[in-house]
Protein backbone atom coordinates (compact mmCIF):
# COMPACT_ATOMS: atom_id res chain seq x y z
CA UNK A 1 0.00 0.00 0.00
CA UNK A 2 3.14 2.41 0.91
CA UNK A 3 4.51 1.65 -2.72
CA UNK A 4 1.46 2.43 -4.40
CA UNK A 5 1.15 5.75 -2.59
CA UNK A 6 4.86 6.33 -3.53
CA UNK A 7 4.31 5.36 -6.89
CA UNK A 8 1.05 7.31 -7.42
CA UNK A 9 2.95 10.68 -5.66
CA UNK A 10 6.48 9.72 -8.01
CA UNK A 11 4.07 9.69 -10.76
CA UNK A 12 1.74 13.15 -9.76
CA UNK A 13 5.28 15.11 -9.41
CA UNK A 14 5.80 14.23 -12.97
CA UNK A 15 2.66 15.00 -14.75
CA UNK A 16 2.53 18.90 -15.52
CA UNK A 17 -1.40 19.05 -14.43
CA UNK A 18 -1.44 17.20 -11.21
CA UNK A 19 -5.04 16.28 -9.51
CA UNK A 20 -6.06 17.38 -5.72
CA UNK A 21 -6.01 14.48 -3.20
CA UNK A 22 -5.57 16.31 -0.31
CA UNK A 23 -9.68 17.10 -0.47
CA UNK A 24 -10.86 13.87 -1.81
CA UNK A 25 -8.63 10.40 -1.17
CA UNK A 26 -8.07 8.48 2.12
CA UNK A 27 -8.85 10.48 5.32
CA UNK A 28 -9.76 13.90 2.88
CA UNK A 29 -13.00 12.03 1.30
CA UNK A 30 -14.46 12.79 4.91
CA UNK A 31 -14.04 16.51 4.10
CA UNK A 32 -16.25 15.78 0.45
CA UNK A 33 -18.93 13.69 2.83
CA UNK A 34 -18.93 16.52 5.71
CA UNK A 35 -19.67 19.38 3.32
CA UNK A 36 -22.45 17.31 1.28
CA UNK A 37 -24.16 16.49 4.61
CA UNK A 38 -24.18 19.76 6.29
CA UNK A 39 -25.25 21.15 3.13
CA UNK A 40 -28.09 19.43 3.31
CA UNK A 41 -28.97 19.91 6.51
CA UNK A 42 -28.61 23.77 6.56
CA UNK A 43 -31.43 23.66 3.10
CA UNK A 44 -33.35 20.60 4.85
CA UNK A 45 -33.95 23.05 8.43
CA UNK A 46 -34.81 25.86 6.77
CA UNK A 47 -37.41 24.24 4.86
CA UNK A 48 -38.61 22.41 7.43
CA UNK A 49 -38.77 25.22 9.90
CA UNK A 50 -40.78 26.90 6.55
CA UNK A 51 -43.33 24.48 6.05
CA UNK A 52 -43.45 23.35 10.04
CA UNK A 53 -41.71 19.96 9.56
CA UNK A 54 -41.10 18.04 12.61
CA UNK A 55 -39.20 15.42 10.95
CA UNK A 56 -37.97 17.33 8.85
CA UNK A 57 -35.82 19.03 11.35
CA UNK A 58 -34.91 16.37 13.91
CA UNK A 59 -33.85 14.83 10.31
CA UNK A 60 -31.56 17.88 9.91
CA UNK A 61 -29.85 18.08 12.72
CA UNK A 62 -28.81 14.27 12.48
CA UNK A 63 -27.58 15.25 9.44
CA UNK A 64 -25.49 18.40 10.46
CA UNK A 65 -24.15 16.18 13.24
CA UNK A 66 -22.84 13.24 11.33
CA UNK A 67 -21.76 16.33 8.63
CA UNK A 68 -19.57 17.66 11.93
CA UNK A 69 -18.13 13.95 12.97
CA UNK A 70 -16.75 14.13 9.28
CA UNK A 71 -15.41 17.28 9.81
CA UNK A 72 -13.28 16.11 12.25
CA UNK A 73 -12.12 12.50 11.29
CA UNK A 74 -10.83 14.64 8.15
CA UNK A 75 -8.76 16.36 10.24
CA UNK A 76 -5.29 14.56 11.02
CA UNK A 77 -5.12 17.10 14.59
CA UNK A 78 -8.70 17.47 15.96
CA UNK A 79 -7.40 19.31 18.75
CA UNK A 80 -6.24 21.84 16.74
CA UNK A 81 -10.27 22.83 15.99
CA UNK A 82 -10.27 25.92 18.92
CA UNK A 83 -7.63 27.15 17.05
CA UNK A 84 -8.58 26.85 13.64
CA UNK A 85 -11.66 28.33 14.97
CA UNK A 86 -9.91 31.60 15.49
CA UNK A 87 -8.95 32.55 12.32
CA UNK A 88 -12.76 33.28 11.41
CA UNK A 89 -11.91 36.85 10.40
CA UNK A 90 -9.42 35.10 7.38
CA UNK A 91 -10.63 31.79 6.93
CA UNK A 92 -14.12 30.50 5.37
CA UNK A 93 -12.99 27.20 7.28
CA UNK A 94 -13.03 28.54 10.56
CA UNK A 95 -16.50 30.55 9.45
CA UNK A 96 -17.70 27.15 8.46
CA UNK A 97 -17.11 25.56 11.45
CA UNK A 98 -18.52 28.93 13.41
CA UNK A 99 -21.38 28.14 12.01
CA UNK A 100 -22.01 24.55 12.45
CA UNK A 101 -21.34 25.22 15.87
CA UNK A 102 -23.89 27.80 16.09
CA UNK A 103 -26.63 25.28 14.18
CA UNK A 104 -25.98 22.68 16.76
CA UNK A 105 -26.30 24.71 20.06
CA UNK A 106 -29.58 26.75 18.83
CA UNK A 107 -31.08 24.00 17.17
CA UNK A 108 -30.67 21.43 20.08
CA UNK A 109 -32.62 24.46 21.90
CA UNK A 110 -34.83 24.89 19.28
CA UNK A 111 -35.38 21.28 19.18
CA UNK A 112 -36.11 21.27 23.00
CA UNK A 113 -38.88 24.32 22.71
CA UNK A 114 -41.44 21.91 20.11
CA UNK A 115 -44.12 20.29 21.70
CA UNK A 116 -43.47 17.11 19.85
CA UNK A 117 -40.81 16.34 22.28
CA UNK A 118 -42.52 17.99 25.18
CA UNK A 119 -41.31 21.47 25.15
CA UNK A 120 -39.37 20.84 27.81
CA UNK A 121 -38.05 24.54 27.28
CA UNK A 122 -40.88 26.05 26.44
CA UNK A 123 -42.58 26.81 23.34
CA UNK A 124 -42.35 30.87 23.68
CA UNK A 125 -39.03 30.83 25.99
CA UNK A 126 -36.47 32.88 25.48
CA UNK A 127 -34.30 29.89 25.06
CA UNK A 128 -36.43 29.11 22.12
CA UNK A 129 -36.36 32.39 20.49
CA UNK A 130 -32.23 32.52 20.82
CA UNK A 131 -31.93 28.82 19.47
CA UNK A 132 -34.29 29.36 16.46
CA UNK A 133 -32.08 32.62 15.53
CA UNK A 134 -28.31 30.56 16.68
CA UNK A 135 -29.62 27.26 14.19
CA UNK A 136 -31.03 30.27 10.59
CA UNK A 137 -27.84 31.69 11.30
CA UNK A 138 -25.69 28.63 11.45
CA UNK A 139 -27.66 27.23 8.75
CA UNK A 140 -27.10 30.09 6.25
CA UNK A 141 -23.78 30.10 7.19
CA UNK A 142 -23.07 26.66 6.11
CA UNK A 143 -24.85 27.42 3.23
CA UNK A 144 -22.55 29.97 1.59
CA UNK A 145 -19.04 28.65 3.40
CA UNK A 146 -18.39 26.05 0.98
CA UNK A 147 -18.30 27.71 -2.01
CA UNK A 148 -16.24 30.41 -0.86
CA UNK A 149 -13.80 27.38 0.77
CA UNK A 150 -12.94 26.13 -2.88
CA UNK A 151 -13.20 29.50 -4.43
CA UNK A 152 -10.82 30.59 -2.16
CA UNK A 153 -8.03 27.85 -3.32
CA UNK A 154 -6.09 30.20 -5.62
CA UNK A 155 -4.09 26.58 -6.52
CA UNK A 156 -6.71 25.40 -8.44
CA UNK A 157 -8.13 27.58 -11.23
CA UNK A 158 -11.71 25.29 -11.51
CA UNK A 159 -12.84 26.03 -8.11
CA UNK A 160 -11.53 29.80 -8.36
CA UNK A 161 -14.69 30.74 -10.32
CA UNK A 162 -17.21 33.38 -8.57
CA UNK A 163 -20.28 31.21 -9.58
CA UNK A 164 -19.04 28.70 -7.16
CA UNK A 165 -20.51 29.96 -3.87
CA UNK A 166 -24.07 30.69 -5.90
CA UNK A 167 -23.80 26.97 -7.23
CA UNK A 168 -22.91 25.49 -3.46
CA UNK A 169 -25.85 27.21 -2.15
CA UNK A 170 -28.52 26.74 -4.97
CA UNK A 171 -27.20 22.51 -4.29
CA UNK A 172 -27.99 22.95 -0.66
CA UNK A 173 -31.44 24.34 -0.92
CA UNK A 174 -31.88 21.57 -3.32
CA UNK A 175 -30.74 19.03 -1.15
CA UNK A 176 -32.39 20.21 1.64
CA UNK A 177 -36.16 20.23 -0.71
CA UNK A 178 -35.13 16.57 -1.54
CA UNK A 179 -34.44 15.82 2.38
CA UNK A 180 -37.97 17.03 3.06
CA UNK A 181 -39.85 15.44 0.25
CA UNK A 182 -37.73 11.71 1.39
CA UNK A 183 -38.70 12.67 4.94
CA UNK A 184 -42.39 13.32 4.47
CA UNK A 185 -42.54 10.59 2.17
CA UNK A 186 -41.34 7.97 4.38
CA UNK A 187 -43.92 9.19 7.39
CA UNK A 188 -46.90 9.55 4.91
CA UNK A 189 -47.66 13.27 5.04
CA UNK A 190 -49.01 14.61 1.95
CA UNK A 191 -47.22 17.43 2.42
CA UNK A 192 -44.64 15.53 -0.03
CA UNK A 193 -46.66 16.32 -2.86
CA UNK A 194 -47.98 19.24 -2.33
CA UNK A 195 -47.28 22.14 -0.89
CA UNK A 196 -45.41 23.62 -3.71
CA UNK A 197 -42.47 20.93 -2.71
CA UNK A 198 -42.09 19.82 -5.79
CA UNK A 199 -42.09 22.87 -8.18
CA UNK A 200 -39.77 24.60 -5.60
CA UNK A 201 -37.37 21.50 -6.47
CA UNK A 202 -38.01 21.57 -10.05
CA UNK A 203 -37.37 25.69 -10.05
CA UNK A 204 -33.93 25.43 -8.35
CA UNK A 205 -32.79 22.72 -10.25
CA UNK A 206 -33.42 24.86 -13.58
CA UNK A 207 -31.24 27.25 -11.47
CA UNK A 208 -28.65 24.57 -10.53
CA UNK A 209 -28.50 23.17 -14.30
CA UNK A 210 -27.88 26.90 -15.78
CA UNK A 211 -25.45 27.62 -12.99
CA UNK A 212 -23.43 24.70 -13.88
CA UNK A 213 -23.55 25.51 -18.03
CA UNK A 214 -22.26 28.83 -17.06
CA UNK A 215 -19.30 27.32 -14.25
CA UNK A 216 -18.06 24.93 -17.80
CA UNK A 217 -18.48 27.20 -20.51
CA UNK A 218 -15.97 29.91 -18.04
CA UNK A 219 -13.64 27.03 -17.46
CA UNK A 220 -13.81 26.47 -21.31
CA UNK A 221 -13.68 30.04 -22.56
CA UNK A 222 -11.41 31.33 -19.62
CA UNK A 223 -8.39 30.08 -22.07
CA UNK A 224 -6.73 28.18 -18.64
CA UNK A 225 -5.38 25.02 -19.63
CA UNK A 226 -5.56 23.64 -16.28
CA UNK A 227 -9.52 24.85 -15.75
CA UNK A 228 -9.59 22.77 -18.98
CA UNK A 229 -7.83 20.00 -17.80
CA UNK A 230 -10.52 19.42 -14.46
CA UNK A 231 -13.30 20.08 -17.50
CA UNK A 232 -11.72 17.05 -19.92
CA UNK A 233 -12.02 15.24 -16.31
CA UNK A 234 -15.12 15.82 -15.75
CA UNK A 235 -16.58 15.47 -19.08
CA UNK A 236 -14.42 12.47 -21.14
CA UNK A 237 -12.15 11.70 -18.80
CA UNK A 238 -11.82 9.79 -15.40
CA UNK A 239 -14.68 11.55 -13.74
CA UNK A 240 -17.44 11.08 -16.30
CA UNK A 241 -19.05 8.28 -15.15
CA UNK A 242 -19.41 10.02 -11.50
CA UNK A 243 -20.51 13.37 -13.38
CA UNK A 244 -22.98 11.84 -16.07
CA UNK A 245 -24.01 8.69 -13.96
CA UNK A 246 -24.38 10.11 -10.43
CA UNK A 247 -25.28 13.65 -11.26
CA UNK A 248 -27.43 13.86 -14.22
CA UNK A 249 -28.64 10.41 -14.85
CA UNK A 250 -29.55 9.71 -11.28
CA UNK A 251 -29.39 13.35 -9.50
CA UNK A 252 -31.61 15.15 -12.94
CA UNK A 253 -32.85 13.17 -15.38
CA UNK A 254 -34.50 9.81 -13.10
CA UNK A 255 -36.25 12.52 -10.99
CA UNK A 256 -37.31 15.64 -13.12
CA UNK A 257 -39.10 11.93 -15.39
CA UNK A 258 -40.93 10.94 -12.28
CA UNK A 259 -42.22 14.20 -11.60
CA UNK A 260 -44.07 14.27 -14.52
CA UNK A 261 -46.22 11.25 -13.33
CA UNK A 262 -45.84 9.69 -17.06
CA UNK A 263 -43.77 6.39 -15.41
CA UNK A 264 -46.18 6.18 -12.67
CA UNK A 265 -48.49 8.55 -10.45
CA UNK A 266 -46.50 10.44 -7.58
CA UNK A 267 -47.15 7.89 -5.17
CA UNK A 268 -45.20 8.06 -1.33
CA UNK A 269 -42.81 5.57 -2.54
CA UNK A 270 -42.34 7.36 -6.14
CA UNK A 271 -41.88 10.79 -4.17
CA UNK A 272 -39.42 8.75 -1.88
CA UNK A 273 -37.64 7.56 -5.14
CA UNK A 274 -37.54 11.49 -6.19
CA UNK A 275 -35.61 12.91 -2.78
CA UNK A 276 -33.27 10.40 -2.54
CA UNK A 277 -31.98 10.16 -6.36
CA UNK A 278 -31.72 14.11 -6.14
CA UNK A 279 -29.58 13.76 -2.85
CA UNK A 280 -27.86 11.04 -4.52
CA UNK A 281 -26.91 13.31 -7.43
CA UNK A 282 -25.84 15.90 -4.89
CA UNK A 283 -23.50 14.19 -3.40
CA UNK A 284 -21.72 13.08 -7.29
CA UNK A 285 -21.57 16.55 -8.08
CA UNK A 286 -19.48 17.56 -5.09
CA UNK A 287 -17.60 14.53 -5.32
CA UNK A 288 -16.85 14.89 -9.15
CA UNK A 289 -16.15 18.91 -8.92
CA UNK A 290 -14.05 18.56 -6.04
CA UNK A 291 -12.27 15.65 -7.42
CA UNK A 292 -11.55 17.36 -10.79
CA UNK A 293 -9.58 19.70 -9.03
CA UNK A 294 -6.06 19.96 -10.87
CA UNK A 295 -3.38 22.62 -9.47
CA UNK A 296 -1.65 25.33 -11.36
CA UNK A 297 1.66 23.57 -13.28
CA UNK A 298 5.00 24.59 -11.07
CA UNK A 299 6.75 26.97 -13.53
CA UNK A 300 10.74 26.69 -12.65
CA UNK A 301 13.14 29.12 -14.25
CA UNK A 302 15.88 28.49 -16.71
CA UNK A 303 18.66 27.69 -14.62
CA UNK A 304 21.78 29.60 -16.93
CA UNK A 305 25.52 29.19 -15.65
Known amino acids: MTSARYDRLINDLKSEYRPQREWAEGRGAFLIYGHFLVGVAA ?50 VSRGFWGLTFFLIGGVLYLLSRNELGAPLGVESLLSGIGD ?28 STLHPVLYIAYAIRGGIAALV ?47 RSINDLLAGRLAIYFYGGTLVIGLVVPLILTTGTIAPLSANILAVIGLASIIGDFFMKYSSIKAGVYLPVRLPHLHR
Open 43 to 92: GGWLLSRYYGSFDGLVLSYVLACSGGLAHLVNLARPERVLNMMQRYKTSW
Open 133 to 160: ILAVIGSLTMMGYMGFVYTASKGIPFWN
Open 182 to 228: LMLALRGHELAGDGGLLELWIGVTAVVIVLWALEIQGAISSGDETAK
